[in-house]
Each structure stands twice: as structure tokens, then as C-alpha cells.
């Protein structure tokens, strides 16, 4: 009889678990996988260097450093901004600096889109030699690269600007802007 009842605990065991790790590898019903992924919250950190010369101020998302789900975040969004109005070594004035900033900060929202389920994750911008550079690691390229679109055919923006939107995985396109930078001695 234990014999039975042994055999009995191990078949149920078995199909329990056997149960469990089926439903780990269940798909959406689009055919995706689903995944939980933790988004940290935004941290903001500021680097001052020099590119070819010119100064360069860089405002990076260090919380996403050690972001463990990148493969979902997949595609690197770069825009960049023609900045009009420049003061000395190619830095914008400050007026056409917060005309900039404000236009950018919109877009982010936008591209960004829903805050609980972001469809983007802000990586840094820069600034130098006349222009706004910003990078945003998407999820689903199609909504960012249909509403882009449609401020350029609008001519719905303050300055010139292009974007590109590329596959990029591993992030290997902004992971200079997440390494650790050297503390500015004062």
C-alpha cells in the first residue's frame, strides 16, 4: 500500500511541475512571450566633457546602468535637433536652449507613451556643436517611428531635426552614455 501511495505522490509531483513549467513558457495571444520587466525609476545624472574640441554636456538615465531586460527595450531611437540661436563654442543661448528642451520634453511623453507601461525608456541627450542628440531604448518601433513621421510632414517642430530608429539588442549604440564616469574634481 505505501508502495501505491509513493507512486501516486511522485506521478502528481511530477505533473504539477511538469504544469508549472508549461504555463512559465505560456504565450500572449499574439504570439509573443510574456515577460515582467521592472522598470527603474529615472535617475539623472550630468557629465560635462569635450567632443573634437568643443564642450559637450550630457544628461544620461543612470538608472537603466544595470537594466536587466534590454532585449525588450530593443530598438535605439536617436534624434537629433539643429539648434538656431548659438552662443560661444557651438552651446545654444540659453532662450533657444529652453525652446529646445521644452519641444524635446514633449516628445519624450509621447514617444514614452503610457507611464505605467512605457513604450520607451529615456537613455540620455546630449548636447554639442550646435546640436541636441537624445536616445530612447523603444519596445514596439512602429508607434514612435508613425508619430515622428507625422511631425515631419506636418513641419509640427520648432528646428530642423532628423531621427533614425534601429534594431539594437544588446543597447551597444548608447552604452558609452551608461558606463561610469570619473567624479568631476572640483
Known amino acids: 500500500m ?5 507512486i501516486v505522490v511522485v506521478f502528481c509531483l511530477c505533473f504539477f511541475l511538469w504544469n508549472r513549467k ?4 505560456k504565450k500572449c495571444s499574439d504570439g509573443m512571450k510574456e515577460v515582467k520587466v521592472v522598470i527603474p525609476d529615472d535617475y539623472y545624472s550630468i557629465v560635462e566633457c569635450e567632443s573634437d574640441g568643443k564642450p559637450s554636456i550630457i544628461v ?3 538608472a537603466l546602468k544595470n537594466f536587466k531586460n534590454r532585449d525588450v527595450f ?4 536617436s534624434l537629433t535637433i539643429y539648434y538656431k ?17 521644452d519641444y524635446v520634453e514633449k516628445l519624450g511623453l509621447a514617444i514614452k507613451g503610457d507611464p505605467d507601461h512605457p513604450n520607451a525608456l529615456f537613455v540620455a541627450r546630449e548636447t554639442c556643436d ?3 542628440n537624445v536616445y530612447w531604448q523603444v519596445n514596439d518601433p512602429k508607434p ?4 515622428l513621421q507625422s511631425i515631419i510632414q506636418e513641419e509640427s517642430y520648432p ?4 531621427y533614425r530608429i534601429e534594431y539594437d539588442g544588446e543597447w551597444k549604440s548608447v552604452e558609452w552614455f551608461l558606463q561610469d564616469f570619473p567624479e568631476k574634481e572640483e
Open 130 to 132: 550646435g546640436e541636441l
Open 144 to 147: 514612435v517611428h508613425q508619430y
Open 74 to 77: 530593443g530598438w535605439t531611437c
Open 159 to 162: 528646428r530642423e531635426m532628423e
Open 2 to 6: 505505501r508502495f501505491v501511495i509513493t
Open 85 to 101: 540661436d548659438l552662443a560661444q563654442n557651438g552651446m545654444p543661448t540659453h532662450e533657444e536652449s529652453n525652446i529646445v528642451l
Open 60 to 62: 544620461v538615465n543612470s
Open 22 to 25: 508549461k504555463a512559465k513558457k
